[in-house]
């Protein structure tokens, strides 16, 4: 086994938009880096072939001469500045690639990112992501970490996945990568499901603190922490004035607070993966046979 840290070597920070990014907390936490990293685009994945434009709407904007622009949900892989290399030499082996989850051909997709991987020698992939859970927001965010690879979970003193189901982008891509003897691990934030329609900068906090400690690089953390007292105290004030809201907070402390005590902690986080991941697809597919039907009667009325 190699002795050295795996993810100090050329790592690729991966998060995707969509519903791997509960309250936007995982590609968030990859644009902080980002910026620190004074990342630039170097390659990118046209979107044309692999999205559902009315699901990942294109954006209009201004540029800098005042011209009106059209930016298409595309997939970048960002690399780090020079400038930001000389001052921080660490930051030389990051790389991120952000995006929107793909509604089409995802082999195709896949296999794009693979070539982007070979070509571009990058050695190890931390996948991030943030799912909907039944936890409270008064309490410490859990961040599950886990690697199908032998020799990250020895480095890192993480658990393999047990899970069988539904999966998304992400796990399709960490599976690829370990069947070509790519160190993976995947890091998953639990947002509190009351909550995670909302930007959540204590969610996006606890993420790129378990970023920190995987890659072993320190990152400016900004006004995070103040944002992250800023929103706790936000919700409380909501729920001083709903008592069923509060009552309901206060179940998830009491679950929250035996979990911790339990041995089976473990079993129980990997239960909670499994329910949003199955809600989440369970979810998607409804949502796509309702729009089916609309689409149907707007057929037979223009009949």
Same mark, same amino acid.
């Given at each position: 086994?190699?002795? $050295?840290?795996?993810?100090?070597?050329?790592?690729?920070?991966?998060?995707?938009?969509?519903? @791997? %990014?509960?309250?936007?907390?995982?590609?968030?936490?990859?644009?902080?880096?980002?910026?620190? $990293?004074?990342?630039?685009?170097?390659? @990118?994945?046209?979107?044309?072939? /692999?999205?559902?434009?009315?699901?990942?709407?294109?954006?209009?904007?201004?540029?800098?001469?005042?011209?009106?622009?059209?930016?298409?949900? +595309?997939?970048?892989?960002?690399?780090?500045?020079?400038? +930001?290399?000389?001052?921080?030499?660490?930051?030389? @082996?990051?790389?991120?690639?952000?995006?929107?989850?793909? !509604?089409?051909?995802?082999?195709?997709?896949?296999?794009?990112?693979?070539?982007?991987?070979?070509?571009? %020698?990058?050695?190890?992939?931390?996948?991030?992501?943030?799912?909907?859970?039944? *936890?409270?927001?008064?309490?410490?965010?859990?961040?599950?970490?886990?690697?199908?690879?032998?020799?990250?979970?020895?480095?890192?003193?993480?658990?393999?996945?047990?899970?069988?189901?539904?999966?998304?982008?992400?796990?399709?891509?960490?599976?690829?990568?370990?069947?070509?003897?790519?160190?993976?691990? @995947?890091?998953? !934030?639990?947002?509190? +499901?009351?909550?995670?329609?909302?930007?959540?900068?204590?969610?996006?906090?606890?993420?790129?603190?378990?970023?920190?400690?995987? *890659?072993?690089?320190?990152? %400016?953390?900004?006004?995070?922490? %103040?944002?992250?007292?800023?929103?706790?105290?936000?919700?409380?004030?909501?729920?001083?004035?709903?008592?069923?809201?509060?009552?309901?907070?206060?179940?998830?402390?009491?679950?929250?607070?035996?979990?911790?005590?339990?041995?089976?902690?473990?079993?129980?986080?990997?239960?909670?993966?499994?329910?949003? $991941?199955?809600?989440? /697809?369970?979810?998607?597919?409804?949502?796509?046979?309702?729009?089916?039907?609309?689409?149907?009667?707007?057929?037979?009325?223009?009949?």
């Amino acid at each position: 086994m190699n002795s $050295l840290p795996i993810f100090s070597q050329r790592t690729l920070l991966v998060a995707f938009e969509g519903w @791997n %990014d509960a309250a936007e907390a995982a590609t968030q936490a990859l644009k902080m880096i980002a910026e620190q $990293l004074q990342s630039e685009s170097v390659q @990118n994945i046209d979107p044309e072939e /692999y999205a559902e434009f009315h699901y990942a709407r294109p954006h209009v904007f201004f540029d800098e001469k005042g011209d009106r622009q059209i930016r298409w949900p +595309a997939t970048e892989l960002l690399a780090p500045g020079v400038e +930001a290399i000389v001052a921080r030499p660490e930051f030389g @082996n990051l790389f991120i690639l952000l995006g929107v989850e793909p !509604a089409l051909r995802w082999r195709a997709f896949v296999a794009e990112i693979l070539e982007i991987i070979e070509d571009r %020698d990058i050695q190890a992939v931390v996948f991030v992501g943030s799912m909907i859970a039944d *936890v409270p927001h008064t309490r410490p965010i859990k961040i599950m970490t886990f690697s199908q690879h032998e020799d990250v979970r020895h480095q890192l003193d993480v658990e393999k996945s047990d899970y069988e189901g539904p999966v998304g982008i992400l796990t399709v891509l960490s599976q690829a990568l370990e069947e070509m003897n790519v160190p993976t691990v @995947n890091l998953w !934030a639990q947002v509190p +499901a009351y909550v995670h329609q909302s930007p959540s900068p204590k969610v996006t906090l606890a993420l790129l603190t378990e970023i920190e400690r995987v *890659v072993g690089v320190s990152f %400016d953390h900004g006004s995070l922490a %103040d944002e992250a007292f800023e929103w706790e105290r936000g919700i409380d004030e909501i729920a001083e004035g709903d008592e069923d809201m509060a009552g309901y907070i206060q179940q998830l402390e009491k679950t929250r607070d035996e979990l911790q005590e339990s041995e089976g902690s473990g079993d129980l986080l990997a239960s909670e993966f499994e329910k949003f $991941l199955r809600q989440s /697809y369970e979810k998607k597919d409804g949502d796509k046979r309702e729009e089916k039907r609309d689409e149907e009667k707007g057929e037979s009325s223009e009949g």
